[in-house]
């Protein structure tokens, strides 16, 4: 092992210590060299290919799942994921999956948000038919991991922070943890004449942290409760 003092000065000590086992950590990031050097859009913050829900990249002639367009995950949370998207790659080839040609994007406005997947949404117009599975059929799951410890509400709204937030959940979680948001996709609805009026151009993401005069209510709220009981 090197160390360095603080006369910038390298000494190499060497200490033995008896272990059962060593485990590395750090910051992993998905593989997506071909991803990089492509013309595939790029989404920096989760490392990986930028996609809609369907997993289908900025080419719509691609599609990428797994562990290449998110940071580290279990090796059954990809085999699901893969599964559901094997199901969309099908889908495609029989021509049964919803057009591309309405790509709104999902911006994060809180850098306690670290990445959100998927970051595009790909609008269903009326007449095209959607086919998923009849557990997901009318839920859209969102993906995301905070890079601190959060306790707070995050809300979807719709291109601007002062519209009314059509999607909300209350997350109490450590950083790096998996963070699903999953909604209705009768929240994300589009008429044919919203896109002309240039209307609904991006989806926003917000984080409301809560107070800590919040959390000391909820508190008293909670223990109230419990003496009632």
């Given at each position: 092992?090197?160390?360095?003092?603080?006369?910038?000065?390298?000494?190499?000590?060497?200490?033995?210590?008896?272990?059962?086992?060593?485990?590395?950590?750090?910051?992993?990031?998905?593989?997506?060299?071909?991803?990089?050097?492509?013309?595939?859009?790029?989404?920096?913050?989760?490392?990986?290919?930028?996609?809609?829900?369907?997993?289908?990249?900025?080419?719509?002639?691609?599609?990428a799942t797994g562990n290449l367009t998110h940071?580290?995950?279990?090796?059954?949370?990809?085999?699901?994921?893969?599964?559901?998207?094997?199901?969309?790659?099908?889908?495609?080839?029989?021509g049964n999956l919803p057009g591309d040609t309405?790509?709104?994007?999902?911006?994060?406005?809180?850098?306690?948000?670290?990445?959100?997947?998927?970051?595009?949404?790909?609008?269903?117009?009326?007449?095209?038919?959607?086919?998923?599975?009849?557990?997901?059929?009318?839920?859209?799951?969102?993906?995301?991991?905070?890079?601190?410890?959060?306790?707070?509400?995050?809300?979807?709204?719709?291109?601007?922070?002062?519209?009314?937030?059509?999607?909300?959940?209350?997350?109490?979680?450590?950083?790096?943890?998996?963070?699903?948001?999953?909604?209705?996709?009768?929240?994300?609805?589009?008429?044919?004449?919203?896109?002309?009026?240039?209307?609904?151009?991006?989806?926003?993401?917000?984080?409301?942290?809560?107070?800590?005069?919040?959390?000391?209510?909820?508190?008293?709220?909670?223990?109230?409760?419990?003496?009632?009981?």
């Amino acid at each position: 092992m090197v160390i360095q003092n603080r006369n910038k000065q390298e000494k190499e000590i060497s200490k033995e210590i008896l272990c059962d086992g060593v485990i590395f950590t750090g910051k992993f990031t998905p593989e997506a060299s071909l991803i990089r050097s492509s013309h595939l859009e790029f989404d920096p913050k989760s490392g990986g290919p930028t996609v809609d829900q369907y997993g289908r990249c900025s080419d719509s002639d691609f599609f990428a799942t797994g562990n290449l367009t998110h940071p580290v995950e279990t090796s059954g949370w990809c085999w699901r994921e893969a599964k559901q998207v094997a199901k969309h790659i099908k889908h495609a080839l029989d021509g049964n999956l919803p057009g591309d040609t309405v790509r709104i994007p999902i911006q994060v406005r809180d850098n306690r948000i670290r990445y959100i997947t998927p970051q595009v949404f790909a609008g269903i117009m009326p007449g095209e038919s959607d086919r998923q599975s009849p557990k997901q059929e009318s839920l859209i799951s969102f993906q995301l991991r905070f890079s601190s410890t959060v306790k707070g509400t995050l809300s979807m709204h719709w291109d601007h922070d002062e519209s009314p937030p059509f999607a909300s959940k209350f997350f109490n979680t450590l950083p790096e943890r998996r963070a699903i948001l999953s909604i209705a996709k009768s929240c994300i609805s589009i008429s044919p004449d919203q896109p002309k009026k240039g209307r609904m151009n991006k989806i926003l993401i917000r984080f409301s942290p809560q107070s800590e005069d919040q959390t000391e209510n909820q508190t008293e709220a909670r223990a109230g409760n419990r003496a009632k009981t």
